[in-house]
Every structure is written in C-alpha cells, then in structure tokens.
C-alpha cells in the first residue's frame, strides 16, 4: 500500500510568487491534514480535512494560504503571494475517519525556501 | 496554551548505551505520541500511550505514560547506530471536540555513533 506522497519535495521561489504544494494521502483515508515546521520552531498544524470539507482550519497562518481538497482525494494548499517568512517544511499526514487515538501517517514534507 | 517540552534537545552517544527522553508538560493530555522521523521524512508513529502509568515496549524501546497524563519518557536499551533520529512527542490539543489538532514538542536529535 502507497504511503502518504507529496510534490513536490523542494520548492524555491521568491517572496511574492504563487506556490502550490500537492499531497496524496493513502487511499481511503478520509482525514487529511497539514502541517508546517519552520526552522527552530515545533511543528504547528495547519488544518484537517474530514474528505472534502474543512473540519478545522485555526491554524492558517493567514489569507495568504488557501487548502483545497476537491473530491476528496488529494489536497493542494496554495501561498499567494508567498513571504519570507512562509519557508519552511511543510507537511501532509491522513487517517482512517474513526481511527483513535489520533495516529496520522505523514508524508515526506515539502521543504519551501522563499527568498 | 498547551506545550510540550521535550529535553534533551541534543544527544549523543556510543553504541550500546542506554538512554532516556522526556516530554513534559504542565497540561494534561488525553494520550501521547511518539514519532521517530529521519532526514529527508516525516514523523513515523512508533507507539501511542493513553492510560496514566502505562508501559509500552517496542524491542529495545520503552514508553512509559506519567500517572497524571502530563509527561512521557522514552527509554532505549543498547542504543544501535539505527536509532539515530529525531524523536517527537505529540498529543491531542484538549477540547479539540471532533477535531483532530496534535501539539507538538520541539523534538530530541539522536546520533549512536558505532
């Protein structure tokens, strides 16, 4: 069975472009969330969907970031226009809907340098 | 606010030495995770504890759960050159009702040198 994938793993873009990450979460796992470590910090969430629909998004930094998870399946979670301090390691983990307590396979990170 | 503090923050060792981690907190969790993640990866889930007091064993890897669900520690035996990692506590923010929000501790970084 395919773990948790996400494109792409290393992005450099400078402050003001667009930069769309993509995540594949293992087939039929309807949670699926997103995280964002930056460099000396701890992992903060980002937000969980339960299948298409956003069950919990407090902590998008701001308007600048926008999660979308069309069907379903994969999610994309777009920073437009990104800042300096938007790099970091981003990163995308699933789950079975009922599982507990809370046990979240991860993917691979994207690590995002904005410069 | 809910934290977890995890000490050390560095460590490292030789071969064959045991070891312990700690991950506290002044707030109660309702469990606790232990995730190991290598360069390049992420977290991979080694044990989840739920009931204070709780042991858990993984091989060479013992997990045990505060009696008041505020602190966790992680002992491994005769460390091996292939429990080199970051290792990272994690657990459910409380009140998080249906939602699923993990906080998370800065993390221990692990080198067994041969």
């Known amino acids: 069975e395919a773990g948790v994938t996400q494109f792409p793993s290393h992005s450099v873009i400078e402050k003001g472009q667009t930069v769309t990450l993509r995540c594949d979460p293992i087939?039929?796992?309807?949670?699926l969330y997103w995280y964002r470590r930056v460099m000396g910090k701890e992992i903060k969430f980002l937000l969980h969907?339960?299948?298409?629909?956003?069950?919990?998004e407090s902590g998008m930094p701001n308007n600048r970031f926008l999660a979308e998870r069309t069907g379903g399946t994969y999610s994309t979670l777009k920073v437009q226009p990104a800042e300096l301090e938007d790099s970091g390691v981003y990163f995308c983990?699933?789950?079975?809907?009922?599982?507990?307590?809370?046990?979240?396979?991860f993917g691979p990170g994207t690590r995002l340098t904005v410069t | 606010t809910q934290l977890l503090e995890q000490s050390p923050q560095f460590l490292s060792i030789q071969e064959g030495e045991n070891l312990t981690v700690y991950c506290n907190s002044s707030?109660?969790?309702?469990?606790l995770q232990w995730y190991r993640q290598e360069p390049g990866e992420g977290p991979v889930l080694l044990v989840t504890?739920?009931?204070g007091g709780e042991v858990k064993k993984l091989k060479r890897l013992t997990f045990q759960f505060g009696d008041a669900r505020k602190d966790s520690s992680l002992h491994i035996t005769a460390a091996q050159p292939g429990d080199t990692g970051l290792y990272l506590c994690?657990?459910?923010?409380?009140?998080?009702?249906?939602?699923?929000?993990?906080?998370w501790g800065l993390g221990t970084s692990l080198a067994v040198n041969p």
């Open positions: 969907f339960v299948k298409e629909s956003k069950q919990d």
């Open positions: 707030s109660v969790f309702s469990s």
């Open positions: 994690a657990g459910p923010q409380v009140n998080a009702g249906n939602n699923r929000k993990l906080i």
């Open positions: 504890v739920v009931t």
């Open positions: 087939s039929g796992h309807d949670n």
């Open positions: 983990a699933s789950s079975l809907r009922w599982s507990t307590p809370y046990e979240q396979y």
